[in-house]
């Protein structure tokens, strides 16, 4: 059950941190999609 709580805490922590992150600055997460997402060749 404590563990539960905790991945829960973590993923509401993260999320929270995404929002704020996207808030202040879109880019970083168009950069990061970008980055993940686009082939390398």
Same mark, same amino acid.
């Given at each position: 059950?404590? %563990?539960?709580?905790? %991945? $829960?805490?973590? *993923?509401?922590?993260?999320?929270?941190?995404?929002?704020?992150? $996207?808030?202040?600055?879109? *880019?970083? $997460?168009?950069? &990061? &999609? &970008?980055?993940?997402? *686009?082939? %390398? %060749?």
């Amino acid at each position: 059950m404590g %563990d539960l709580i905790a %991945d $829960l805490a973590s *993923s509401l922590l993260f999320s929270c941190w995404s929002y704020w992150q $996207l808030k202040n600055d879109r *880019s970083w $997460l168009k950069t &990061f &999609f &970008f980055k993940k997402y *686009s082939p %390398d %060749d």
